[in-house]
């Protein structure tokens, strides 16, 4: 079949909007890193004059970048696991079960979402100290998950009310247990819902500041930490740059990957229409 | 093969009955059917007897074992869905082969059993396909070699023809019934055709709102229907109301006579097809279809509308008055509906 003219001119539209948004200033990020320091990048040069991997071996062996990089990339999939398997009982309540004040709930969970994170952050590390609790990896770890669930319970919700009735009871008719029953009717419908929320989790949790800045002060570092040290006063865009590429990679890997495995995932197999 | 028992079932949702205590013995061996119309209770008793559902009250037993407190997994029964129900990302193989699994059986049997059905069914050049990949006819057929696989003693068709064509429908009902012959699983099958629970069945249950009006064999059901519902719902029926005196009772029409004892309110109808050319009866005929085989004829007088079949030579048109006569033997006396 011929696209028409006005598709063409959508898709254009839509690339060229893609293009400024996304391109653009993963383009000027990649440019301002490789911006050597000897020879500053100022008007009215188009390109840097001089292009190095300078700042990033500098911001390698100068700062806590390798740690944070540790930090980081093991609290994000962590959170996300976590994140997932503590929303599966909430939304298997909102997406299959009736009872009284189902809305209320609904909306409740996702309350948390509208309050600022500095402010979860301040009053979590007060609580945090008062119980007598100073480690900050799983109390980073614990206030993310906590932060994020919302976002989880919200999508696994819909999930969950995806499955088919009548396909559970099919499966427990044939003589299913409850994993045989989970495995054949929940997860290939749930599958999707698992790999969203999974990576929504680990993408806010991987650039997510206030809390781990605030629980983790003074010296525990992540990605983010050391990113927003490099702005505001003591503001220096290539190595701003550098740091930003290095939070934004894991989360461009994750989603190709999770592309594919959703792409493999047969669409008919989950809606049971063809 | 199993013999099913159900003693007084009852289903309360909130305040509404759906089921009002249902007695049911389906004979090992035999097809039962629940007819109805939507609303009846037909599908939620199916379910009790499925284990989806525990009623609120009332007893299941299966070859004199209770069963009522036993969930599904654990009972002898399979299940063909209206929906199909299958498992979308299974292949056609793998779906029959997953209750044998389930109640693990020996692989080597599994094996023998889904080829088996596959060859049975027709279905050898799909079992590697997806559901999704197959006709209507096709999935019900992998659905019900699904409920097979497992040997069941009894197996509960939710109206499993629906979603399919009238040609369709007929073919697999043929099938369904034959294979019911050839294993002989007890069968109970929901249905809301009446035509197909009459051809199929060993005893037909007709239920209307949570109890069962009448049950019996298609042919008790269709000649000897005890109340106006079970006449009304089975074929088509004429009833008149009024006294009966002496085995007799005027109509409009003219003098039907009855064998039944005599009372001031008593209703009783004759099928269509019981009605004779020439007799005392006489009215003007109203509608003609012609069907082939027969003639559908509508001849009225006063108020009331009978229909008549008549045989297909005849022709007859609109304004010609008709005289006819039906049978004593005919002519049913109903008594008053429980619930109506």
Redesign the interface.
Same mark, same amino acid.
């Given at each position: 079949m011929r696209k028409s003219p006005f598709n063409t001119i959508l898709s254009g539209l839509l690339i060229a909007v893609m293009t400024v948004w996304l391109a653009v200033p993963f383009g000027m990020a990649l440019l301002w890193s490789l911006v050597d320091p000897s020879q500053a990048w100022s008007y009215p040069d188009i390109l840097p004059p001089k292009l190095s991997f300078e700042r990033w071996s500098l911001m390698w062996d100068s700062t806590s970048l390798p740690i944070a990089m540790f930090n980081s990339y093991s609290l994000a999939p962590m959170a996300g696991v976590g994140a997932v398997l503590l929303a599966m009982p909430t939304a298997y309540a909102f997406g299959r079960l009736e009872f009284k004040g189902k809305a209320v709930w609904q909306t409740l969970v996702l309350v948390p979402l509208i309050m600022p994170g500095f402010v979860t952050a301040i009053f979590f590390a007060s609580l945090l100290f008062s119980m007598g609790f100073f480690a900050r990896y799983p109390a980073i770890l614990v206030g993310h998950v906590v932060m994020l669930l919302p976002y989880a319970v919200r999508i696994l919700s819909v999930s969950f009310s995806l499955v088919?009735q &009548? @396909?559970v %009871?099919?499966?427990? &008719?044939?003589?299913? #247990?409850p994993i #045989?029953v989970f495995r @054949?009717?929940y997860l290939?419908v749930l599958k999707p819902g698992i790999f969203a929320a999974f990576l929504i989790v680990f993408i806010l949790s991987i650039e997510e500041f206030a809390l781990a800045f605030v629980v983790g002060s003074p010296d525990f570092t992540t990605i983010p930490t050391i990113l927003y040290s490099y702005l505001g006063y003591n503001f220096i865009r290539p190595n701003a740059a550098v740091v930003a590429l290095i939070l934004v990679v894991p989360n461009v890997i994750l989603m190709l990957i999770l592309e594919r495995l959703l792409q493999s995932a %047969?669409p008919? =197999?989950? #809606?049971?229409? =063809? | 093969m199993a013999r099913l028992v159900a003693e007084d079932i009852a289903v309360r949702f909130g305040t509404f009955e759906a089921l009002r205590g249902v007695d049911l013995t389906a004979e090992s061996g035999s097809f039962v059917t629940l007819l109805g119309p939507s609303g009846c209770g037909k599908t939620t008793l199916l379910n009790v007897i499925a284990g989806f559902l525990q009623p609120s009250r009332g007893r299941l037993a299966v070859d004199g074992k209770d069963i009522t407190a036993l969930p599904p997994e654990a009972r002898d029964s399979a299940m063909c869905f209206q929906s199909y129900a299958l498992f979308p990302h299974l292949s056609v193989a793998d779906n029959i082969a997953f209750g044998p699994r389930q109640k693990r059986v020996a692989r080597d049997e599994t094996v023998r059993r889904v080829d088996g059905l596959v060859r049975q069914l027709g279905l050898v050049d799909h079992a590697g396909k997806l559901p999704n990949a197959l006709s209507g006819g096709q999935q019900q057929r992998v659905a019900l070699a699904r409920a097979l696989a497992v040997a069941p003693g009894l197996v509960l068709f939710d109206e499993p023809l629906s979603n399919l064509d009238a040609k369709l429908r007929d073919q697999v009902r043929n099938e369904i019934r034959a294979l019911q012959r050839d294993v002989g699983f007890t069968a109970i099958y929901v249905t809301h055709d009446q035509a197909e629970a009459l051809a199929l069945s060993d005893m037909v249950c007709l239920m209307n709102k949570g109890v069962i009006e009448q049950k019996g064999a298609p042919r008790d059901i269709y000649f000897r229907p005890r109340t106006r519902f079970v006449a009304d719902f089975i074929g088509a029926a004429n009833l008149h109301r009024g006294k009966l005196c002496g085995g007799a009772m005027s109509t409009p029409l003219g003098v039907l006579h009855c064998c039944h004892e005599d009372g001031e309110d008593v209703e009783i109808c004759w099928r269509p097809e019981a009605a004779r050319l020439g007799g005392d009866l006489s009215g003007t005929v109203k509608a003609v279809a012609f069907q082939g085989a027969h003639v559908d004829v509508f001849v009225s007088a006063g108020p009331e509308t009978v229909r008549l079949q008549v045989p297909g030579e005849l022709n007859v048109s609109i304004g010609d008055t008709l005289q006819f006569s039906v049978p004593p033997e005919g002519v049913i006396a109903l008594e008053a509906s429980a619930n109506a």
């Open positions: 088919r &009548d @396909v %009871n099919a499966a427990r &008719d044939l003589g299913a #247990s #045989s @054949v009717a290939p %047969n008919a =197999g989950i #809606s049971g229409k =063809g | -």
